[in-house]
């Protein structure tokens, strides 16, 4: 196997984007990531798209050619494929750019994400979502992606000490750190008051504990680490790419507050990049939930079940804290076009290990972690990256 | 959702109709037409389950999809059959009654309907055992 570099990096910005098309959206990224690693065009062998729902969200399929065409790539006939996992489709999508870039059978590879979710009513869009677990068995009966997540935090609160004030922090703390984003979907901060006075969605989740519906898409340009140097001065290394599954239905879990394959994918990445979480400098985790992000770290071992609400709490997932967790706002600040999120996340680690993230830098950031969720967690895609 | 695709689960739907592997004594609901556990060695057979429970974890629903609008504030839960698995399903009760380990039967219940003019979609719900 070839080592992998990304060597490109783009995002656009994150909201409800009433101006932009499906298609207006990942050229945006696209053409960023391309001036990022200064690279034509002609350069790009392949293209990999992690995108959830444009069947149900904008009625259009064959995403994976729609990209190419627009992208400008139709007369050239490269390779361009559609990668679905629902919210964890970008995470896949990168995982499938590095393993073509590795395996020889790609040089220049690039991993999309887009999403365009407010083209229909936020009904619809909830409905949508709700395919991302398991639709006859949880949809039908009335079961919505903030339930199924608030089911979580139910066993989750019962079971270890949690406070609702602690939960609130993660919001919080994910909104301090998107006011700090250019691209985050909100740029304001919040209170502990916020969270608890703001509507009820499903106890114990209320709508600040929710990720919002977004428009957006990201870019990253992978390459042969041996080649990165031809195009940017700070190719960022994949030190590890890792994936696991598990049950559809949230039901079937061995363990209702614990994602399993969180746990697998944290581990084989570890194991793969020979490192522990000691040596992590910031973690992208998948908070479409607030409860999420508490299991998150827990699973990826970042502490100790049970106590990621003292960990929070205490000011550890901080910009300043041991582990700084979602430096970008994460889902809950800086946006959730599901199909986008993953590879955005690798946007972010990348920003920080050049040094580029402004205001959220983290100083002397080296290596850097995604972690992105699929449903309830039936598929999680987890990332190590590293400054070379 | 099309007819066909409600019809082909009344059973399960109605009245619980899961399935059983008789290689390892392992029950499914939902149903599963593979067993994990034994994969080709396993031979499953229908089972109709009790419909007697505990409840794993609930939430109380407050935003709903559009075809359970009308339902809200409701409330939804994990349940545990006493055969061994468990389902998604919500409880006929006050929100402020549910709790983790409370003991559930099931009922026939309306779930939801497809429009003003859809198919009627019925199911399985659970109410507090007595």
Redesign the interface.
């Given at each position: 196997m070839r080592d992998v570099a990304i060597i490109g990096v783009g995002c656009t910005t994150f909201g409800e984007k009433w101006q932009s098309s499906f298609r207006h959206l990942f050229v945006e990224a696209g053409a960023l990531a391309l001036e990022d690693a200064q690279l034509s065009g002609e350069k790009i062998d392949a293209m990999y798209v992690g995108n959830m729902s444009a069947g149900r969200f904008i009625e259009q399929e064959h995403i994976g050619a729609l990209i190419a065409d627009y992208a400008g790539m139709a007369t050239r006939h490269i390779p361009s494929t559609r990668v679905e996992a629902a919210c964890a489709s970008g995470g896949l999508a990168f995982r499938q750019a590095v393993i073509a870039v590795a395996s020889g059978m790609e040089d220049i590879v690039v991993a999309a994400g887009v999403e365009k979710m407010t083209d229909v009513e936020p009904g619809a869009s909830t409905d949508t979502l709700t395919g991302a677990a398991d639709r006859e068995w949880e949809g039908f009966v009335g079961a919505t992606f903030p339930g199924l997540y608030a089911m979580i935090a139910t066993d989750y609160m019962h079971r270890y000490p949690l406070t609702r004030e602690q939960l609130a922090q993660v919001s919080v703390k994910n909104h301090y750190n998107g006011a700090r984003n250019p691209i985050a979907q909100y740029q304001q901060e919040i209170t502990i008051g916020t969270v608890l006075r703001s509507t009820m969605v499903a106890e114990p989740l209320r709508l600040f504990d929710c990720s919002p519906i977004t428009d957006g898409a990201a870019a990253v340009i992978v390459a042969p680490l041996d080649r990165a140097r031809e195009f940017t001065d700070t190719p960022i290394k994949v030190l590890a790419s890792a994936q696991a599954s598990d049950t559809i239905a949230l039901h079937d879990r061995r363990d209702i507050s614990t994602l399993d394959a969180s746990v697998a994918a944290g581990k084989q990445a570890f194991k793969m990049a020979k490192l522990s979480h000691k040596d992590i400098d910031m973690v992208e985790v998948h908070d479409c939930f607030s409860i999420a992000e508490i299991c998150a770290i827990e699973d990826l071992g970042f502490c100790k079940k049970g106590e990621a609400g003292k960990f929070t709490a205490d000011g550890e997932t901080a910009l300043s804290g041991k582990i700084p967790v979602n430096t970008s706002g994460g889902l809950k600040a800086c946006g959730h076009p599901v199909g986008a999120t993953g590879i955005k996340q690798v946007c972010e680690i990348v920003q920080q290990l050049r040094n580029e993230a402004g205001k959220r830098q983290i100083d002397g950031a080296k290596i850097g972690m995604t972690h992105n969720v699929g449903g309830t967690g039936a598929t999680v895609a987890v990332h190590i990256l590293g400054r070379v | 959702m099309s007819v066909a695709r409600f019809w082909r689960?009344i059973p399960q739907?109605y009245n619980l109709i899961g399935t059983r592997c008789e290689t390892c004594g392992r029950h499914f609901f939902?149903p599963r037409t593979f067993c994990p556990d034994c994969r080709r060695n396993g031979k499953i057979v229908d089972h109709k389950f009790a419909g007697k429970g505990t409840v794993?974890?609930?939430?109380?629903?407050?935003?709903?999809?559009?075809?359970?609008e009308a339902?809200t504030p409701?409330v939804?839960?994990?349940i545990q059959l006493d055969e061994g698995?468990?389902?998604?399903?919500?409880i006929v009760c006050r929100?402020d009654e549910v709790k983790?380990g409370m003991r559930v039967k099931s009922v026939f219940r309306k779930?939801?309907t497809d429009g003003r003019s859809g198919i009627i979609?019925y199911?399985t719900?659970f109410v507090p055992e007595e």
């Open positions: - | 689960k739907r939902p794993v974890t609930y939430t109380i629903i407050h935003t709903a999809n559009e075809q359970f339902l409701y939804l839960a994990i698995p468990r389902m998604t399903s919500q929100p983790i779930i939801a979609h199911g719900k």
